[in-house]
Each structure stands twice: as C-alpha cells, then as structure tokens.
C-alpha cells in the first residue's frame, strides 16, 4: 500500500513558475513507477507526466513538453512537477499516482492516488 500527498498547487499568474510535490509514504516508493495526471472542471482526468522507477525515463503529455519537468527523489520518497510557463489552461486539479509498473501513462495503469491539489493560473 502506498499513500501519496499532494502539494504546491494554489494560484498562480501565467507564466510562473510553481513545483508540485508528491509524498509517499507505505512500501518502497522506489518499487513504483510515478505519474502526474490532471483534471480540468467538466474534463476528463489526462496524463501530464511519468516517471520510471529509478528516474531513468520520463515522458510528456504534448501540452506540456518543453514546459513541465517530472523528477523523483526516492531517498526522500517524494515526486516532483516543475511546471513553467503556465498558462491559464493548464487550471486543473493535479494528481500523482503510482504504478506498480516501472512506466506507466495510462490511467488504468496507476494503482494509487493522491487527493489532488488544485491549481488555478490566472491571465
């Protein structure tokens, strides 16, 4: 069983710069691959951001390429979204996840969430 808690969201101007953060507490988080996901009013959840077990591969869901930066500190147990450049569409509830695959970017794929933290950008 994992726990992860979410933190850094809130409001924010278009183009700052905020890092979520993501702590697992539980078993090994380094057995996990790591995801970010969001969720935008009257969306569907999509996939942000992945992260494999040891950190070696990342990838990026095209609206955020160039601009967001998944990273892991398993000695800390913790995941991180450095998100850059907002705008005001990235507006969502942001979730990590775990997955007990190494790489993951599906949903179905993630067996454990976090409450969400919410981050609102504003023009």
């Known amino acids: 069983q994992v726990q992860l808690v979410e933190s850094g969201g809130g409001l924010v101007q278009a183009g700052e710069s905020p890092r979520l953060s993501c702590a697992a507490s539980g078993r090994t988080f380094m057995s996990y691959g790591a995801g970010w996901f969001r969720q935008a009013p009257g969306k569907e959840r999509e996939f942000v951001a992945a992260?494999?077990?040891?950190?070696?591969?990342?990838g990026y869901a095209d609206a955020v390429k160039g601009r967001f930066t998944i990273s892991r500190d398993n000695a800390k147990n913790t995941v991180y979204l450095q998100m850059n450049s907002l705008k005001p569409e990235d507006t969502a509830v942001y979730y990590c996840a775990a997955s007990t695959s190494s790489w993951a970017t599906r949903r179905a794929d993630y067996n454990y969430w976090g409450q969400g933290t919410q981050v609102t950008v504003s023009s």
């Open positions: 992260i494999s077990r040891v950190g070696g591969f990342t």
